[in-house]
């Protein structure tokens, strides 16, 4: 179908619609073949849901297996001229990162009714327009369920070979390092390449309704001078967003219309818009890890973007059982995390019980749990009790 055609097609009554047969098997092969000719019609995986995050990050095609990252640190490369070129060993240097990637399977089965009734209720919103008929619209929903299952591991996902062997359909929370957990892994190293003394970490303490816009502008501004002058962007939970913003409020009054930022891009105050504030989804309950760093910073990897576009159905040898695959690969990496390019604060990951050492006063007022089974609750003693071991809710 042309696309003047689509346009001009008229829309198929609501009768049409919901006449259509919910019991009836699916045409594997009239589904292949509307997919082909309206494949123009589909968005790939990291420009659905995924994309409220990627958009802010640099994706880098054509990674089948792994690419080696890096940026000048630490020197200069420029000196004034004599007449001679001496080789300057002081110059600074490229630390090599590497950005790999790991393969992601999709994987759908169900019974061609409950498809069709989903469809039903959905194309009256306006994704059908005479042109984008129910195959195109199956395959566009399970690319979008596989956009959402992506965008909540972004940033919290931790590759698990071990899972490969012992688990034929392992959550993709396994399939690769997210970026929140390649930054946790090198905070929590041996030696860690992260802290507070080398300059990549700002210590922002417990952020409040109260003090978290002061404590993310201060972290901005313990940037080096290069970095306040580049565009930036702040990452942290989406609660996290909702905390700004209420400080954000209770502190700054707008006239509509002059000064509101209500409908633009939420910025962090005191940057002159030039770091922007970006959600993140699927951290852990009360994460308060915030990621500071530059769109071309935050890379990503896949192959094709005609991968993240595509599904296939297949005969499952029951005509009453749709079954439809798909696989990509993805990764994520920082190109450099020098402190003129990368912060994150001193926060974790993800939020824990921590067993509290030497511990002294009154555990119940301290907000202290014990053990119970598999499960931590509040504990009631007023007092330490020998043999004890009690946990601190850790942000």
């Given at each position: 179908m042309t696309e003047n055609n689509r346009k001009n097609a008229v829309p198929a009554p609501l009768a049409t619609l919901t006449s259509m047969d919910l019991t009836a098997p699916i045409d594997i092969q009239g589904v292949i073949g509307a997919v082909k000719l309206h494949q123009d019609l589909l968005t790939a995986i990291d420009m659905l849901?995924?994309?409220?995050?990627?958009?802010h990050a640099y994706g880098i095609p054509g990674v089948t297996d792994s690419i080696t990252l890096g940026r000048v640190e630490n020197g200069a490369v420029s000196s004034m001229y004599n007449g001679v070129f001496i080789g300057r060993t002081e110059a600074g240097k490229i630390v090599p990162r590497t950005l790999k990637v790991y393969?992601?399977?999709?994987?759908?089965?169900?019974?061609?009714?409950?498809?069709?009734?989903?469809?039903?209720?959905?194309?009256?919103?306006?994704?059908?327009?005479?042109?984008?008929?129910?195959?195109?619209?199956?395959?566009?929903?399970?690319?979008?369920?596989?956009?959402?299952?992506?965008?909540?591991?972004?940033?919290?996902?931790?590759?698990?070979s071990?899972?490969?062997?012992?688990?034929?359909?392992?959550?993709?929370?396994?399939?690769f390092d997210g970026w929140g957990?390649?930054?946790?892994?090198?905070?929590?190293?041996?030696?860690?390449?992260?802290?507070t003394a080398i300059?990549?970490?700002?210590?922002?303490?417990v952020m409040t309704t109260q003090n978290i816009g002061d404590q993310l502008l201060a972290m901005w501004r313990s940037r080096p001078e290069t970095f306040s002058r580049k565009n930036s962007k702040l990452f942290m939970s989406a609660d996290l967003v909702d905390r700004y913003t209420d400080w954000y409020e209770a502190k700054y009054t707008f006239v509509a219309g002059i000064g509101d930022e209500e409908g633009h891009p939420l910025y962090l105050r005191g940057t002159g818009k030039k770091c922007e504030i970006v959600p993140v989804y699927g951290l852990g309950k009360d994460s308060q890890f915030v990621i500071l760093t530059t769109q071309q910073n935050m890379c990503y990897g896949f192959d094709k973007e005609s991968d993240?576009?595509?599904?296939?159905?297949?005969?499952?040898?029951?005509?009453?059982?749709?079954?439809?695959?798909?696989?990509?690969?993805?990764?994520?990496?920082?190109?450099?995390?020098?402190?003129?390019?990368?912060?994150?604060?001193?926060?974790?990951?993800?939020?824990?019980?921590?067993?509290?050492?030497?511990?002294?006063?009154?555990?119940?007022t301290q907000g202290w749990y014990v053990k119970s089974g598999s499960d931590y609750v509040a504990t009631t003693d007023t007092?330490?009790?020998?043999?004890?071991?009690?946990y601190a809710w850790t942000i």
């Open positions: 849901d995924a994309g409220e995050v990627l958009q393969p992601v399977k999709i994987e759908e089965a169900d019974e061609p009714e409950r498809y069709r009734r989903t469809y039903i209720t959905e194309v009256r919103g306006g994704l059908y327009d005479g042109g984008h008929p129910f195959e195109v619209w199956l395959i566009d929903h399970v690319l979008r369920l596989a956009s959402q299952d992506l965008l909540n591991v972004l940033f919290t996902a931790e590759y698990d071990n899972q490969i062997a012992t688990n034929a359909n392992a959550d993709i929370k396994y399939a957990t390649i930054a946790w892994k090198e905070i929590t190293a041996n030696t860690p390449t992260i802290t300059g990549n970490m700002f210590a922002t303490g993240m576009r595509t599904v296939l159905p297949f005969q499952s040898g029951n005509p009453y059982w749709f079954t439809m695959a798909g696989k990509y690969v993805f990764g994520t990496q920082f190109a450099s995390i020098h402190p003129s390019e990368f912060c994150v604060n001193d926060r974790r990951l993800t939020p824990d019980f921590i067993a509290v050492t030497s511990p002294s006063g009154n555990p119940k007092s330490v009790q020998q043999g004890t071991t009690y």
